[in-house]
């Protein structure tokens, strides 16, 4: 998946597809985030220690995906009642962008 969306956003910026820049940016720094893991704790803070990644399943990227999904439909609401009508329409630019992963997922 996450080669998937390097490729798709190299497409996108290719085309200035601003709001699916966006989007995959921030789908693909979810999703780097999610499989970090906790670091040892003897470990010092200037100590170089490679920690290996947590692979994520199927269910795991889903749960990532609808996570941001929803995070932008409560930025939606928030920024209506705010009057924000220009940074509704792009957010709810991104959100169509990551709905067509939810099934490939």
Known sequence: MRARIAQELHVAM???NGSRVVALRSLAA???NATAVPLPYRILPN????VPRKALSL???RAVLLREIGERR???ITLRAHGCFDE??????EIEVLEQYVDWS
């Open 30 to 32: 979810a999703l780097d």
């Open 14 to 16: 290719k085309t200035r």
């Open 88 to 93: 509704v329409a792009a957010v709810e630019a």
């Open 59 to 61: 269910e795991d990227v």
């Open 74 to 76: 409560d930025a939606v």
């Open 47 to 50: 100590e170089k220690h490679e």
